[in-house]
């Protein structure tokens, strides 16, 4: 008598991998206007940072123009860009022309 169930093996041609998405960063930008409080607040805030860890990424994106503070998921980094642009110049700054901080979305290294 016959199996109800016949015996089927998987296809190894037609199956399928999931691929993982490249990382992306979300990169703060010095600029000359907004504090370096207002900077490391921003960051505590979206992240959730310490405030050494905030400290060290101020003080990079100050030093070096850049600084990559999060690293993941493209959707993901522009949700955090997005939620750090929401935030607004430094109101203690807006006398003095402050913008909204610098941030952008690129392929991380």
């Known amino acids: 008598m016959a199996s109800p169930i016949p015996d ?7 199956e399928t ?3 993982r998405q490249p990382p992306y960063a979300v990169i703060l930008h010095n600029d000359d206007v907004n504090s ?3 900077v ?5 805030k979206i992240f959730g ?18 600084a990559a ?3 993941g998921a ?3 980094a522009e949700l955090k860009a997005d939620q750090i642009r929401s935030c607004g110049p430094d109101p203690d700054q807006k006398a003095k ?8 979305v690129e392929p991380a290294a």
Do not use: Q
Not at 8 to 14: C, K, L, R
Not at 97 to 104: K, N, P, Q
């Open 69 to 71: 503070v999060w690293i």
């Open 40 to 44: 490391v607040s921003v960051l505590r």
């Open 36 to 38: 370096m409080d207002f």
């Open 49 to 66: 940072y310490s405030v050494e860890k905030c400290v060290e990424l101020m003080l990079e994106a100050h030093e070096k123009g850049r």
């Open 17 to 19: 991998r999931t691929r």
């Open 97 to 104: 022309g402050a913008v909204t901080l610098g941030v952008s």
């Open 8 to 14: 089927v093996m998987p296809d190894t041609e037609n």
């Open 74 to 76: 493209l959707e993901v």
